[in-house]
């Protein structure tokens, strides 16, 4: 009976050191998830600055290209003749 009460004694210890060791990993797991959370955030944020940044160039490169650079002569080319097709399909909808 002896050897009984020793075997439950030890496995009650070793449910409670289970337990304890749960209950830690858990709080781990929680401060994980707040950073994987804060990490989405900050990534989102970049992402948006990214887009941002990618639509401030293109417009400065099709202001560059509209004032004549003479690095972007082909881009204001093709932006001027976007331009005249757009009026052009405009003067025909308001000639219907």
């Known amino acids: 009976m002896g050897k009984l009460v020793q075997i439950v004694e030890k496995l009650e210890l070793a449910t409670k050191k ?3 060791k749960q209950q830690d990993l858990q709080k781990e797991n929680q401060g994980l998830e707040k950073k994987i959370i804060n990490k989405d955030d ?14 401030e160039n293109k417009n400065l490169k099709t202001a560059n290209a509209l004032l004549g650079s003479k690095d972007y002569k082909r881009e204001t080319k093709l932006k001027i003749n976007r331009l005249i097709k757009e009026i052009d399909e405009c003067v025909v909808q308001l000639a219907d």
């Open 18 to 20: 289970l337990v304890l």
């Open 42 to 55: 900050q990534i989102n944020s970049l992402n948006q600055k990214i887009e941002k940044l990618q639509l």
